[in-house]
């Protein structure tokens, strides 16, 4: 926000420095980034928080000043009473939709003389870097820089019949803009028209039909009130950008709207003559009444750590706007200013008393009272991740949600259904949300190459978008992971987080086919009889498309599952002293018995004394061992918690395993 220090002082007797006023201002949440002088003027550019509409304004901002150094704002009367005629507003005005515009105030002058705007406005708008164009413009362009409310005037004789309405625009309407272009419209958008169609976009900007020139003689002044979210989507969508957009995509004060609408029409007739017609046209419903807020003494010095005098504190609320309801000796109640919709806690009373009386007063001792806090299951388990991640030589990335329909279809193992679609990308090719992270995961890594970190192994923890019919779509947390590391590698990495966080799980492969992973090297995580998520090989069309050079494989977890199974209470666990018997196998089986299959057979028919079941090797001999056959050689680790083994024990564990193999998949053992 550009102030000008002169039009600043209209509102306030200031007899301090303006170095002085920016620290102050500076300090009480408004940041100063500097300043410049402009012909005998001062500018200042100051920092305004998207939940300050109100310092969009000079107004705004010489009541902030006022507040910090206990000085009266004056505001104009705004007192159209002694320049109105007797005519009525010639216009009728209907608002198809409330929720978008809630009110619309019209205003008809009649008999203005269109010229330059006298040098006082002049002066006060070029320091702000407002180009001056005629007396009626630079008018509604000084009310909108005077109290945030923008508004339009219309060259009252171009527009056709009696009627002004805000409605919808129609599909692929074309609309001709003050800026000499050409926009086409959609039915999310919203405009102001008369009998023959659009004359502005609605919140946004006019149409050259009805602009002010210097042929002009009689104007429609609009004040309105329009819905934040449309403004910004139609501004952004047609790249369409304006003061007035600026402001209503922040919101203006309801109660304002009128005095803009006086406030203008006064201006008009001191610089370009005329009469406001002495009716004037409200369209929509009044403001709804504002909630109280009440603060309890006590809690400033519980928050703050000192002492604010309850004069003060008094002093503070009803200089910022606020209405005090009551008061006693434990609490204030106010009615927050209807330019503060961000004041609807006691809290939010307790930082204003703090940023008037000065955050700068509150001592480095001072005794503010702290309650323990505790993290979610979600950040803890989060925070088990990284650091394993971290321990087993992975990197953290952040990537993109929002991704390119190629990307979006690359790997659907969560959903097959249409990602959702943004209507506006904030990179140009990319509108969908993400169903998996293995497309940007993979993205980063053809990044890494071509800067040659070939050997780069990289995780994330983000969310995914999995779309669902009529309704919001589940937001899930997943761990993506991309790595150069083979798929038994990979695999031994999430068994490794996966043991972090319970030592008790173990998990199950079951193949599966997916265009992203190299046959036969995909497969789900299973975690009793739930899938955990999906590991495979990138297959060499893939690793094509997404530009990779070396060989990949990835993976996705879905962290959700991940808390159900984690155990976060730390546990300890006992380890055997007496030692361990590897017993090598080595078994015949068909081509389409998986390793996995024998792994599970092994640890539920060894029972309590198969310590792992490690695979070492798969060999064929169509000669030796016939067509369709192959060899699968694993080791099985046998360990007694309390004792020591006999050669009998494992025998007899192994001759349990072979049995089970055989009966379940025909495995013979290579003699």
């Not at 109280?292 to 609320?317: C, D, K, M, N």
């Not at 792994?599 to 539920?604: A, E, G, P, T, V």
């Not at 001759?655 to 003699?671: M, R, S, V, W």
């Amino acid at each position: 926000m550009l102030v000008s220090w002169d039009w600043l002082k209209q509102y306030l007797d200031l007899d301090v420095s303006e170095a002085e006023v920016c620290d102050r201002l500076t300090l009480a949440g408004l940041n100063f980034d500097g300043s410049s002088t402009v012909d005998n003027d001062r500018c200042l550019d100051l920092e305004v928080t998207s939940n300050r509409p109100d310092w969009l304004g000079h107004i705004g901002i010489a009541r902030e000043v006022g507040v910090l150094f206990d000085l009266d704002l004056k505001v104009p009367s705004a007192d159209v009473s002694k320049i109105t005629s007797g005519a009525a507003c010639p216009m009728i005005v209907q608002i198809e939709d409330e929720d978008f515009c809630p009110r619309y105030i019209a205003r008809s002058i009649t008999g203005v003389t269109i010229g330059d705007s006298p040098a006082w406005m002049v002066n006060r708008l070029r320091t702000i870097g407002i180009p001056t164009i005629n007396n009626v413009v630079d008018a509604t362009n000084y009310v909108l820089m005077e109290i945030g409310q923008p508004l339009h005037a219309f060259d009252m004789n171009k527009l056709t019949g009696d009627t002004i309405r805000v409605r919808k625009a129609t599909h692929d309407e074309k609309f001709l803009a003050i800026d000499h272009r050409e926009y086409q419209l959609t039915s999310d958008d919203y405009v102001i028209a008369d009998k023959s169609g659009a004359v502005a976009i609605a919140g946004v900007m006019g149409g050259k039909e009805t602009e002010v020139n210097e042929l002009t003689t009689d104007l429609l002044i609009e004040a309105a009130q329009f819905a934040a979210l449309p403004v910004r989507t139609t501004s952004r969508r047609l790249k369409l950008k304006s003061d007035s957009s600026y402001r209503f995509e922040r919101g203006v004060d309801p109660e304002m709207i009128d005095w803009a609408s006086r406030r203008c029409c006064e201006l008009i007739v001191d610089t370009a003559g005329g009469e406001v017609c002495e009716g004037h046209v409200y369209a929509g419903s009044e403001p709804s009444a504002r909630h109280t807020v009440t603060l309890r003494f006590s809690q400033i010095p519980r928050i703050l750590g000192i002492h604010v005098a309850e004069v003060e504190v008094r002093r503070i609320l009803e200089r910022l706007g606020n209405e005090v309801t009551r008061q006693n000796e434990k609490e204030i109640t106010v009615i927050p200013a209807s330019w503060r919709r961000d004041l609807d806690r006691e809290v939010d009373l307790v930082e204003e008393v703090a940023r008037i009386h000065g955050y700068d007063q509150i001592p480095e001792h001072a005794g503010v009272s702290l309650s323990a806090s505790h993290q979610s299951d979600l950040d803890r388990v989060r925070n088990k991740v990284r650091m394993g991640m971290l321990g087993m030589g992975f990197d953290e990335t952040l990537t993109r949600s929002i991704v390119s329909d190629v990307w979006s279809k690359a790997f659907q193992g969560w959903s097959l259904a249409e990602p959702l679609t943004t209507s506006m990308p904030m990179v140009k090719g990319e509108d969908r949300l993400r169903v998996s992270l293995i497309p940007s995961l993979l993205g980063a890594r053809r990044n890494n190459e071509k800067f040659s970190y070939t050997d780069i192994d990289l995780y994330e923890i983000a969310k995914v978008y999995l779309p669902k019919p009529k309704a919001l779509p589940d937001e899930r947390y997943m761990v993506g992971i991309t790595s150069g590391r083979d798929f038994f590698e990979l695999k031994g990495v999430i068994e490794g987080l996966i043991g972090m966080l319970n030592p008790n799980v173990r998990i199950t492969t079951m193949p599966y086919t997916d265009p992203l992973f190299a046959e036969g090297q995909g497969a789900h995580l299973i975690v009793d009889g739930t899938t955990m998520g999906y590991i495979g090989v990138v297959c060499d069309k893939a690793r094509k498309a997404f530009g990779l050079q070396q060989p990949a494989t990835v993976a996705e977890l879905d962290l959700g599952a991940l808390m159900k199974l984690a155990v976060l209470i730390p546990q300890h666990q006992d380890f055997s002293t007496h030692p361990a018997m590897n017993r090598d196998l080595n078994l015949i089986v068909d081509e389409d018995v998986s390793w996995s299959k024998l792994q599970d057979i092994s640890y539920l028919a060894g029972g309590e004394l198969v310590d792992t079941v490690t695979f070492q090797e798969i060999f064929r001999d169509p000669r030796k061992d016939g067509p369709g056959k192959k060899r699968v050689l694993f080791t099985v680790t046998l360990q007694a918690y309390n004792r020591t083994l006999t050669g009998e024990e494992a025998d007899a564990t192994i001759a349990q395993i072979l049995a089970a193999c055989d009966k379940q998949t025909g495995a013979k053992l290579l003699a």
